[in-house]
C-alpha cells in the first residue's frame, strides 16, 4: 500500500499554495543523490489513482547504507532543487535516515522540513499502533495458511512448513493464527522469532501434533533461529538490514524428514506475499492514504523531525486517529511482539494477540467442509 | 476446483431415479478400501455448493499406488454395497486407476459402470483441450509472477527466481508468459521441463537479461533438469509419481550467487498455488461443475470406461463442449507442451502458447505505471 501513501501525499501537497513542485525520487535515496526525479505534479490524477491501488513502490526502492558524505551531498541537493519538505517513507531504518537528515539540516540552518511516513509490512515500528502494508500482508498469510491447510487435510499423512515474512519480529507469523477456527484447523504450530526454538522442542512439538491429527501446519517465521542462535543450517545472505536464512522452512522440512521420518515440505510465498495485489485490504489501503496526507498536512504547519504515527482511538468499533512522534524515537528500533502476546509453550499466540490483530487483518471466513 | 465436479456429480446424480444413493469415498481410494463414505445424499443443498467454492477435494485424496489385490477387493466392496457406477476424479494416474478398474469388472462381469473425471492443475491430460484446475492455478502463477516483477523493478539489482509447479510439463510454468505485456516485464525468461537445461546456458541467459535490465525475473518449472538429467543439486523426494526437486528455485539462486556474483533469491509459493482460494477463475469453476454433471450423465446412458473430454468448439468467442474418449487412451500418459510452442532458445513461448491459453486463463491486465 505504500503508493497510497504517495496518493496522499500528491493530493494533499495540491491543496497547498507552500509547495509549488513535488518530485518523487525514484529508487528512494538513490534517487535524490542522482537528481533522478519524477515531476509527480505533472502526472495525470487517475494515473497516480490507479498506481495507488497496485503493490510494490511504484517510485522504487534502495538497499543504500547512507553514509556521512552522503547526508551532506543530500543536503546541497535540497538547497540547489529549492527543496522544503521532505517525505521519507519506510521502515525503522528509513526512520532513521530521516532523523539524520532532519539533524542535519537543523545544525546547518537548512530550511528542510521532514516528515516520515510509516510503510513496513513487518509491523516493527515502535510508538505506532501498527504500520501501513502489515494488514494486507498478514492478511495474505493468515489466508495462505488456511488455504494450504485445507490441501494438507486433503491429503493428510503430510507435514507442512509454511514460511512466513518479518525478519526478527512475529508479527505477521503470528498473523496466521486467525485462520484457526477449530481445534483441528491450522496452524497447529506458530513459531515467533522472539523466542530462540531448540530443535528438539520443535521435532517434539510436530510429533505430538501429527500423533493427534495424522498431519501438522506449522508457521514459522523466515528469522526464526534454533538454541544456538543459528538458522537450523539453512543458506544465510547478508544484507543491509543483517543476515537472514533463505531458505529455513526447507530446512525444516528436511530436518523433520531426518529425524521423524515424516513426509514433510514447505513452501515459501517470500515475497509474492509482501508484493500480492490479491489481498491489499480497504483499510490498509485507506491507512496508508491517510497518512500519506497527514504528513504532507503536518509539514505545512510547520513540523520537522516526526514520523506520522497510527493511534487505535477506538475498539469496537474500530477507529483509527493519526499522530506525530519525533523521529528519534523511532529511528533504528524495532518493535517485537510482546512476551505475554505468545503462549507459554512458545509454539502460538495469545487472545491479546488476537484481539489487536482482529480488527486489522479482518476475520479470516473458515472454508465450508462436508458433514 | 475438484469440488466444483463434485458438486456437478451430486446434481445430476439427483436428477437420475437409476442413482438412489451417492457415496463420496473419504480419501480417494483409501477410503473406497476402508469402506469410509460420506453419504452425499444427505448433505444440505447449500452446503454442497458452498463447498464447490472451496479449494483443495473436499473428500480428501490418496497417494496409494493400487495393487492387484487392491482391484479385487474394490470390485468386492462396490458388490457388497450394490455400488453400480463409479466416478473417478483426477489426473493420468487416476486415469489409469480407473481404467484397470473398469476392465477387471469388465473381465469379470461385474455390472459397474466407470467415468473418469479429469482433474489436474498440471493440465498434462492427453485427448483433452485442458484440464479443469490448469486455468485457476495458471492465473494464480501469471499473477504472481506480474507482481513479483513489479517488486523486482522497484528493488533492481536482483535476480528473481520463481518457482511453478508442474512436474514434467510446462503448462504452468509458460502461463506466465500472459504477465509480460512490455519488453522489459518479467518474466524474462522461461524454462519448460521440456527441454534439459544446462547450467552455462541458464547462466549466459541470467546474465544476457541482466546486463540489458538492471535486474532479471525468471520463472522456472519444479521438475527442471540440467543436462545430466539432474535438478541442478537441489534436495530430491520420491513419491508415488516420482522423484522431484524440493527446493529448485533456491539451487538455482545460489548458483546465480557464487557464479555470476549477482544477488539472487527465490520464492516458492508451491502448493499454495493449487490450494489458494484467490484465484479460481469463473470459467475453470463452471467447466469442472459442468465435466462432472457430463460425467453422470453419460453413465446412465450406458457409457463406461470412458473420461469426459473438454473440446474447444470455438477459439472467439472461446466456447467448450464436452466428450468422452477411453481411458485407455489417457491412462498414464503425461501430455507435454508441444516442441513447436517453445521458442527456440528455449527460454519462452511462442504465440501459439498464449493463443491456446489466454482464453483459458483471461488476460492479466498490465500493472499501471507512472510516466
Known amino acids: 500500500v505504500i503508493n497510497a501513501s504517495l496518493l496522499g501525499v500528491v493530493r494533499e501537497a495540491g491543496k497547498h499554495d507552500a509547495i509549488e513542485s513535488l518530485y518523487g525520487a525514484r ?77 542535519l539540516a537543523r545544525d546547518r540552518g537548512v530550511p528542510l522540513q521532514v516528515i516520515g511516513i510509516p510503510k513496513t509490512i513487518d509491523n516493527d515500528l515502535v510508538e505506532t499502533d501498527h504500520t501501513p502494508g502489515y494488514a494486507s500482508v498478514a492478511r495474505f498469510f493468515a489466508t495462505a495458511v488456511r488455504d494450504i491447510d485445507a490441501d494438507n487435510r486433503a491429503l493428510r499423512n503430510q507435514v507442512e512448513i509454511v514460511e512466513v515474512l518479518g525478519r526478527n519480529a512475529g508479527w505477521l507469523v503470528a498473523a496466521t493464527s486467525l485462520a484457526r477456527v477449530k481445534d483441528d484447523d491450522g496452524p497447529h504450530l506458530i513459531y515467533l522469532p522472539e523466542n530462540k526454538l531448540p530443535l528438539h522442542k520443535f521435532l517434539t512439538d510436530v510429533e505430538t501434533v501429527y500423533r493427534r491429527f495424522n498431519r501438522c501446519v ?8 534454533d538454541e544456538a542462535g543459528e538458522p537450523f543450517g539453512a543458506d544465510v545472505r547478508g544484507g543491509s538490514r543483517g543476515a537472514l536464512a533463505m531458505n529455513l522452512g526447507h530446512r525444516l522440512a528436511m530436518l523433520i524428514s531426518q529425524n521423524l521420518k515424516l513426509r514433510a515440505r514447505s513452501e515459501k ?45 477506538s475498539e469496537t468499533p474500530y477507529e483509527v486517529t493519526y499522530g506525530l512522534v519525533d523521529l528519534q524515537k523511532v529511528a533504528f528500533i524495532e518493535r517485537i511482539v510482546p512476551a505475554n502476546w505468545i503462549t ?22 473458515a472454508l465450508p467442509r462436508l458433514n
Open 344 to 365: 507459554s509453550e512458545k509454539n502460538g499466540v495469545t487472545n491479546e494477540f488476537q484481539a489487536y490483530a482482529l480488527p486489522l487483518v479482518g476475520e479470516i471466513p
Open 218 to 225: 506449522v508457521a514459522v517465521c523466515e528469522g526464526q533461529l
Open 269 to 313: 510465498p517470500g515475497l509474492l506475499a509482501r508484493a500480492s495485489s490479491l489481498t491489499i485490504t480497504d483499510s490498509d489501503w485507506r491507512e496508508a492514504y491517510d497518512v500519506g496526507r497527514f504528513a504532507v498536512a503536518s509539514a505545512v504547519q510547520g513540523e520537522t523531525g516526526k514520523m506520522v504515527t497510527l493511534i487505535r482511538s
Open 27 to 103: 529508487f528512494g535515496i538513490d534517487g535524490i543523490l542522482a537528481e533522478d526525479f519524477v515531476d509527480l505534479s505533472i502526472q495525470p490524477r487517475e494515473l497516480v489513482e490507479a498506481v495507488s491501488r497496485t503493490p510494490s513502490s511504484a517510485l522504487g526502492s534502495s538497499r543504500r547504507e547512507v553514509t556521512k558524505e552522503d547526508l551532506q551531498r543530500l543536503l546541497a541537493i535540497f538547497e540547489r532543487h529549492n527543496i522544503r519538505y521532505l517525505f521519507y517513507n519506510g521502515g525503522n531504518g528509513s526512520m532513521g535516515t530521516a532523523w539524520q537528515i532532519a539533524k
